[in-house]
């Protein structure tokens, strides 16, 4: 084995084994009761849960669930399609709390007026990871009120189509109101608006692929895209890729206006790119990427890959928690690792097809552990160190074999 695979197994054992403290006890979700299984549905599992444990979904349609005031992990097996009709929704989640969600995939089905997932009331970080979200009857795709600190990565999230009267706008893809969010690899669009109520009725315009209303965001390599307006004899507006009441700042990202409606003696006007430019700050350079392996058995290989510029340097910091995520100034990116327990190694160098991927073997962990959640962040530099900047992160659930 390179000493440089070795180095990374090497570290990431030694992690496992020394956080036993950390260990998260597992409780097993499946569509049908069996060995092993521990509940039929979500919710029952988040209620029987203790603060830190972790919810393994397998492959199934599930209803919607709650997370409130405890620190807990909902993450979809290794490969496994996982439905769920929502709403979701975390609230009430006090200082240190955490939540984390990967693999789901969300809708809220018709006629709930609610979003397919709501973050709301979160002092605690929220993680959100390789999940889709789509909202129900005109509600955003993700809701996002009063919570300190949300990263939504690697997702998906697209506003409801509007209900069938005048006026009725698409929901959001992402709709943010006073919190602190931090997007990475995200697809946000806003839904199509109401054809109304009738005949000669208003339409409705479209959604925005992300509204922020207050609070701030940072995004990096996302993709905002307003929804189409409604189409009728008076047609609606499309909605914006972005609009903003509110700072924003954005690296390498795309944002595309909705296109109006049709009908009537002319089309609905098109969204606006960025609705108020004035609130976006656009960083220079290029977004970086990392994907962290699926849920992963002890001893299985498993696969860390990194995207960024070819023959720059990369190192990962890992840790067993994560901090509230803030803006680091001068590294482009959020910093969420920040802990007592944080450790770093070098990874390798990016090669010239621009992605390297490290594979490991899934270590063992201690016996009295059923899992737990490594939580890691990449850093790139170049040889000289005349330039450093910070990566996405990303979180890797490893399960004991006997799960």
């Known amino acids: 084995m390179p000493r440089l695979l070795a180095a990374c197994l090497t570290a990431i054992a030694a992690l496992a084994l020394a956080s036993a403290a950390s ?22 599992a988040v209620d029987a849960a203790l603060d830190g444990d972790l919810v393994l979904v397998k492959a199934g349609t599930y209803p919607g669930f709650t997370i409130t005031t405890k620190s807990l992990s909902v ?47 979160n002092a605690g970080g929220v993680w959100v990871e390789r999940t889709t ?24 999230f697209t506003g409801g189509l ?48 992300a509204n922020l209303l207050d609070g701030s965001i940072f995004a990096s390599g996302c993709t905002f895209s307003g929804g189409n307006g409604g189409s009728n004899s008076l047609p609606g507006p499309g909605g914006a890729g972005l609009s903003l009441a509110g700072p924003a ?12 409606g049709q009908g009537g003696l002319s089309n609905g006007p098109p969204g606006a790119a960025v609705d108020d430019p004035a609130f976006l700050t656009t960083l220079a350079g290029f977004a970086r990427h990392l994907l962290a392996p699926e849920p ?26 994560y901090e509230p995520g803030f803006l680091l100034a ?27 991927d490290v594979p490991l073997a899934t270590p063992s962990l201690p016996p009295a552990a059923l899992g737990t959640t490594v939580f890691m962040q990449c850093v790139h530099f170049d040889a000289p160190l005349t330039y450093a900047v910070l990566g996405p992160p990303g979180a890797w659930t490893i399960l004991d074999s006997s799960l």
């Open 162 to 209: 509007a209900a069938f009267i005048a006026f009725a706008k698409g929901g959001d893809g992402v709709r943010v109101t006073g919190s602190f969010v931090a997007l990475h690899d995200v697809s946000a669009r806003g839904g199509t608006g109401s054809t109304g109520g009738g005949p000669g009725s208003i339409s409705g315009g479209g959604g925005a692929g």
């Open 249 to 260: 700042t954005a690296l390498e990202c795309s944002e595309l206006g909705g296109a109006g």
């Open 23 to 44: 260990a998260q006890n597992v409780l097993v979700v499946a569509p049908v009761p069996g060995p092993g299984v521990f509940s039929t549905d979500v919710q029952t």
């Open 296 to 321: 992963t058995r002890a001893l299985a290989p498993a696969t860390i890959s990194v995207k960024g510029l070819p023959g720059e340097q990369v190192g990962v910091l890992y840790a067993t928690t």
């Open 75 to 121: 993450v979809a097996d290794t490969g496994a399609a996982v439905s769920i009709q929502g709403p979701v929704v975390v609230t009430g989640l006090a200082i240190p709390q955490r939540a984390q969600l990967s693999g789901l995939s969300i809708a809220t089905p018709y006629p709930v007026t609610k979003p397919g997932l709501w973050i709301r009331s």
């Open 330 to 356: 001068g590294f482009d990116e959020v910093l969420f690792l920040l802990t007592p327990s944080v450790n770093g190694l070098v990874l390798g160098v990016i090669p010239i097809s621009g992605t390297l």
């Open 133 to 156: 979200s789509l909202g129900g009857n005109g509600n955003p795709g993700v809701r996002i009120d009063s919570s300190s600190s949300v990263s939504l990565q690697r997702g998906t």
